[in-house]
């Protein structure tokens, strides 16, 4: 009984199509205001397209030397991460590298050796200094060779034991894969193509009327089947029309977060076509009651429900073309309490 006279006590319903809070209680619901005003708005059209890879974040995988497959670690459709090994490369040259280095680490021991009882004798005036500069150059001649042969492993990249391991370059999806474990490689031949998907092309079909009100780095916004919003940027205007469809590719360049498109899916762009001066409040004003838009004008203390007409709107603002004066303000917060208060629902 007392949580119905509170009811009443915060929210009193003058009629049927108004509803009074105080101050107090604007503000411990949250109902914020702001007035309707003219402003600038861009014109959207909306366009189908195209989602495809972005070539430039196409990684090709090649090896180093030539070779066998060792171990292969992923299958085509698999997803990697950056620095993740994909394959190792057994090669008969790593091999004889590594063999080489181990005889030069045993000439280096050995000239060492040499040099430090040459050098003894040579302070204790044993030997003359030419035999303890020679031996010194021998030492460093062995130290030059072993390190040239480290240098030359190092060329070809990381090395586990006699082979060359791969990783990859970017995170991604593995593409294409030639080989299988046990197959030969060259030097240089694609292996494997590792395509990211963090980064996306969209291609769309632009009718050449609107292709040239277009303009290369204005904003754009993909939009998925489910309705899903993404922010792109117009990169490329194609200077030919495609004889079948009588239009202008366009390209969209967008940074797949979240992951939402992948390559060959259908989508829609909406790119701004051109600009208007609207009346213009922001979209969670707006709400739709048995196929009607509806938004609250406060007055003084009382939040009037009104009927308006919306054009062009996106997430954040709508442009109202008739049922609203420019300086009405509306509420675009708390309109959930305001609705249901009349309504007696969530509606449409």
Known sequence: MKAIILVFLILSLTFAQEVQVNSQIQKKIGIKTIPAKYQ?????????????????????VSSSVDGIVDSLYVKQGDFVKKGQILLTVYSPKIADIQANIEMAKVKVSTAKQVLDREEILYKEEVIPYVRYYNAKIEYEKALGELNAL???????????????????KTTGFVADIKVVKGSPVNIGEQIMLIHSHERLWVVAQVPFKDVERLKVGQTVFVITLTGKKIKGTLSYINHEIDPKTRRNDVRVVVENVGNFLKPNLFVSVEIPVSSMRGLVIPSSAVFVENGKEFCFV???????????????????????????????????????????????????
């Open 40 to 60: 600038e708005v861009s014109v959207y059209q909306t366009y189908p397209a195209v989602v495809n890879e972005d070539p430039t974040l196409s990684f090709s």
């Open 150 to 168: 480290k240098k030359m492993l190092n060329s070809y990249g990381e090395i586990k034991g006699n082979s060359v391991v791969l990783r990859s």
């Open 298 to 348: 406060k007055n003084n203390d009382k939040f009037v429900l009104r009927k308006i007409k919306t054009g062009q709107k996106d997430e954040k603002y709508a442009v109202v073309l008739s049922g609203l004066r420019e300086g009405e303000e509306v509420a675009y917060t708390g309109v959930v309490f305001l609705r249901s208060s009349i309504f007696g629902g969530a509606g449409e």
